[in-house]
């Protein structure tokens, strides 16, 4: 399978009808870079055309599962559409990096084969995003998670605030994406963005083998069938949603904050918001 060659940002194994795909990065926390965003869609891809995988669990090296979006290594993707009298040109460019980015998400929700998120320690912004295009999540006990883009001055516009809505409510996601607080995982369970919780990372990634295997037992076209059925309804609104996100962010994106907060995060300091 080709989901098996050297990737930078993934290890891929597959045994006994399971895939585990891992984050591993290269940047810290298995934070999401070129490499991710290039790379993702293809893995998914292979995974889904190969009729040995049934079933993928998705986890991150390290102590965390990742701290979202790269920002300085994707800072420059940023550059022309922040530059000065940057009109239809640069954000022609930036609307079709968000769809492509966009894209690469999707291609995990797409994959017929349920996938499991498996989170310990940190699940950042992107990484949120990157979840919620799974069937389903567990966490360890000391996973964290946040929908964390507006304290970088950024609509989420990966598929947080596409997908959310169906999985823990209209009122938790808007609570989470308008402060950009951080929860546990007791709270992340009680609001039912993960399924349950285990004691450590182990755990946790052993629960969703467990359960993937489960899976992997029955009947593949079954499977595929209720995928299908179940994604469906809300196959629309999902789309919709990440197609209007895109143009916002195209049009509303370039600010004075974002510049703001990029800086910050460079110079690792608090940003200071104006609404500019």
Not at 33 to 53: C, K, M, N, R, Y
Not at 126 to 134: E, P
Not at 221 to 244: C, F, N
């Amino acid at each position: 399978m080709s989901a098996e060659k050297s990737w930078n940002a993934f290890t891929v194994e597959t045994k006994a009808n399971v895939a585990q795909v891992t984050l591993i990065g290269p940047g810290k926390g298995n934070a999401m870079g070129p490499d991710f965003w290039q790379e993702l869609p293809e893995i998914f891809a292979a995974l889904d055309a190969d009729p040995e995988v049934r079933a993928v669990v998705l986890a991150g090296s390290g102590k965390h599962f990742s701290f979202g979006l790269d920002l300085p290594a994707m800072s420059g993707e940023f550059g022309a559409v922040l530059a000065d009298k940057a009109q239809a040109g640069p954000r022609t460019k930036f609307h079709e990096m968000i769809k492509r980015m966009q894209a690469s998400i999707n291609a995990v929700a797409d994959c017929r084969k349920p996938v499991i998120a498996a989170v310990h320690g940190w699940c950042i912004g992107g990484g949120v995003d990157l979840i919620t295009a799974a069937d389903f999540r567990y966490a360890s006990t000391d996973a964290k998670f946040s929908v964390r883009e507006v304290k970088v001055a950024i609509v989420a516009d990966m598929g947080s605030l596409a997908r959310l809505p169906a999985i823990i409510g209209d009122g938790h996601l808007r609570e989470l994406a308008l402060t950009g607080k951080d929860i546990d995982s007791g709270t992340a369970e009680k609001i039912g963005l993960v399924n349950a919780v285990y004691e450590d990372a182990e755990s946790v990634l052993a629960a969703a083998h467990e359960t993937a295997a489960q899976i992997a037992a029955n009947p593949p076209l079954v499977v595929h069938g209720i995928k299908d059925v179940l994604d469906h309804s809300r196959s629309a609104a999902v789309g919709d949603s990440l197609r209007y996100v895109a143009a916002w962010n195209a049009a509303f994106l370039p600010s004075q904050d974002l510049t703001e907060a990029i800086s910050a995060v460079f110079e690792k300091r608090p940003p200071e918001f104006k609404g500019e």
